[in-house]
């Protein structure tokens, strides 16, 4: 398994984002396996607020010295913030992905797409998958 940090609290899809969820918010963000494997983040492009998106639609974009990069909400609703901090340092996400580099907060439409999300035991157990691929 890869040294990776995972927080037990969140939820997390099979493209490497988690969700926290209090109340009927979602913050956002990308896991540590993905800010790794993207290396040093150069820029983020984020959604509007009061965008609508649906569970697992693209709404960010992140370019970093290796590769561009699409991220999906982990669910569906209305991002009701942004990380500001991110469109002047970006590599926030790479220093502190499940803390200051959160990417967008999500007031939440569909509390039962949770079901289509990962606890940290799975998601843990899909990152040893792929090493065995």
């Not at 009701?80 to 959160?102: F, H, M, Q, S």
């Amino acid at each position: 398994m890869p040294n990776v940090e995972i927080v037990d609290l969140f939820l997390y899809t099979k493209e490497h984002e988690w969700v926290h969820i209090e109340e009927n918010t979602g913050t956002m963000g990308i896991t540590d396996y993905a800010q790794t494997a993207l290396g040093d983040v150069t820029y983020v492009e984020l959604p509007s607020e009061d965008t609508e998106v649906d569970q697992f639609e693209q709404c960010v974009s992140v370019e970093s010295v290796k590769a561009a990069s699409d991220i999906f909400s982990p669910m569906s609703g209305r991002i009701v913030e942004i990380n500001r901090n991110l469109e002047e340092t970006p590599a926030l996400i790479n220093k502190d992905c499940y803390g200051k580099g959160w990417m967008a907060k999500i007031e939440l439409r569909d509390m039962d797409e949770t079901s289509n999300l990962m606890t940290s035991e799975e998601y843990r157990s899909y990152l040893e998958s792929l090493e065995t691929e």
